[in-house]
T-cell receptor, first 114, second 113 residues
Framework: DQQVKQNSPSLSVQEGRISILNCDYTNSMFDYFLWYKKYPAEGPTFLISISSIKDKNEDGRFTVFLNKSAKHLSLHIVPSQPGDSAVYFCAASPAGEYGNKLVFGAGTILRVKS | NAGVTQTPKFQVLKTGQSMTLQCAQDMNHNSMYWYRQDPGMGLRLIYYSASEGTTDKGEVPNGYNVSRLNKREFSLRLESAAPSQTSVYFC????????????FGAGTRLSVL
């Protein structure tokens, strides 16, 4: 029973356009959400995060939106660049979890075409 | 600054063999983690160590053991490898309270034949 779901296995976008990656969660105890980016043969690297007390967090070309009532978050990349082609993982952290345990989604492969 | 270092990068085992995956971090983090990544499954937590001297089971601990050797090092042992343990293994570390950001190593690709 996946608590964090990324229902789109892959996404293809033209360079310069917007990429929107979606993530849904089922556990209402999650209070912190993160996006990680992973290139082949490398480990995941932290991209951006958002606390449940916010509905938006922006960092350069990357913006994460959180809709708590829908238990949905999305990552927007504008404009998309070929170097953004990677696997993107959504992750969530339960409130009060000592040791910062994260629950990950299955990932979405983003391909940005030049 | 190396961050999180995992060894080996690749390993092939026969069913029933044992091996230990090594992980070391140089960021002085208190917490360390072992994950496995399988196609369509994302990253699943095997074991974690919230602080030196403590370890706890994650989502998929069966068939694995861990040792938090000191603050820097956290090893994962497969006592009797099975084909179902063919996966990519990632070690990560974080500072408690640091907004849950975990820093990952490059991974160990393990095949069990």
């Amino acid at each position: 029973d996946q608590q964090v779901k990324q229902n789109s296995p892959s996404l293809s976008v033209q360079e310069g356009r917007i990429s929107i990656l979606n993530c849904d969660y089922t556990n209402s105890m999650f209070d912190y959400f993160l996006w990680y980016k992973k290139y082949p043969a490398e480990g995941p690297t932290f991209l951006i995060s958002i606390s449940s007390i916010k509905d938006k967090n922006e960092d350069g070309r990357f913006t994460v939106f959180l809709n708590k009532s829908a238990k949905h978050l999305s990552l927007h990349i504008v404009p998309s660049q070929p170097g953004d082609s990677a696997v993107y993982f959504c992750a969530a952290s339960p409130a009060g979890e000592y040791g910062n345990k994260l629950v990950f989604g299955a990932g979405t492969i983003l391909r940005v075409k030049s | 600054n190396a961050g999180v270092t995992q060894t080996p990068k690749f390993q092939v085992l026969k069913t029933g063999q044992s091996m230990t995956l090594q992980c070391a971090q140089d960021m002085n983090h208190n917490s360390m983690y072992w994950y496995r990544q399988d196609p369509g499954m994302g990253l699943r937590l095997i074991y974690y160590s919230a602080s030196e001297g403590t370890t706890d089971k994650g989502e998929v601990p069966n068939g694995y053991n861990v040792s938090r050797l000191n603050k820097r090092e956290f090893s994962l042992r497969l006592e009797s490898a099975a084909p179902s343990q063919t996966s990519v293994y990632f070690c990560a570390s974080s500072e408690v309270g640091a907004k849950n950001i975990q820093y990952f190593g490059a991974g160990t690709r393990l095949s069990v034949l």
